[in-house]
């Protein structure tokens, strides 16, 4: 690996070339960036793979909904095949059915669109802090705790999408998966986004279990597991945070399955997985939002059940200024 990375640096040297001339562009070219007739809320990272963008975008809509606000979801439909919808937009659909999802790879078109058809009286834009061209009100910045830096380098030699410096770019920071790493190593982190970032508002996000959902619909405490012999399946960027959720939650040796980020499940997939539930002797297979509205149509009729859990963001830390800065973004248009 360590080869393969020496001889993808110099990828990553024009990488970061393309980055500084992006940046000169958009902070320096009249008109390269252009602003909504609603207030845009941007939720980001820095890495490629999963800093848990999708649940804090959901928490931001709840939150938004809460006081009275209409949001709409702009997204551009991630690696969707022609003719299908991409993950995130299913997921989103699934947790939030009466928010409007707008998909579209030109974020501004997207915005128009949220006011015009949708009736939005602001935008939360999905996967947003590299999409410069769209002005923004709130710049929520995510970090993995796990894997903070994408291993120091730009793409393709590491995971960095740029460089951790941006992070002065961010009106907020969200240190996701907190509560996964050890104290001092959180000290650590706080202080390397300090020097990064300077003092923004930090928050400290950890997800717990929230509801067990079957496909009859039935809804049951996570506890419920604890009973139960499971398979847990998964195709996450990172999957580590559902499976060792997942195995604290169930009683017996929880098994696990996981398949690559963005899977997209076929019939024989599914088949697969009941057959490996068989084999070390579970009665459920316990899956993520983001998989369920994947595997769910194509779950056969079984001795096997499937259920989905559901997980909540709990909140630490800047949480009251995070809920300020949302008030002040979208107020800043009537």
Known sequence: MNALRWLLKPLSIVH??????????????????????IPVISVGNITVGGTGKTPMVIEIVRRLRAIGRRPAILTRGYRARLGETADEVLEFQEALPVVPVVVDPDRVAGADAAQAAHGADCAVLDDGFQHRRLARDLDIVLIDALNPWG??????AGRLREPPS???????????????VAPAELER??????????????????????????RNGR???PTELAARRVLAV????????FL???????????????????????????????????????ELVVTTRKDWVKLAPLWPDADVALARLDLRLALAGAVAELDARLRQAVEKHP
């Open 244 to 282: 060792k959720l997942a195995a604290s939650l169930v009683g017996a040796n929880c098994e696990a399955r996981v398949f690559r980020d963005h899977h997209r499940y076929s019939v024989s997939d599914a088949d697969a997985i009941v057959a490996a539930a068989r084999r070390c002797r579970a």
């Open 234 to 241: 998964c195709g996450l960027g990172n999957p580590q945070t």
């Open 16 to 37: 970061g070339g393309v980055i500084r001339g992006r940046k000169l562009y958009y902070d320096r070219v009249p008109g390269a960036v252009r602003r909504a007739g």
């Open 219 to 221: 809804r049951a405490a």
């Open 151 to 156: 291993g120091g380098a730009l793409l393709p």
């Open 166 to 180: 941006s992070l002065r770019r961010a009106d907020l920071l969200v240190l996701t998966r907190a509560n996964q």
């Open 189 to 214: 982190l706080k202080a390397a986004l300090r020097r990064y970032a300077g003092n923004k508002p930090l928050v400290l996000a950890a997800a717990e279990a929230e509801t067990l959902i079957y």
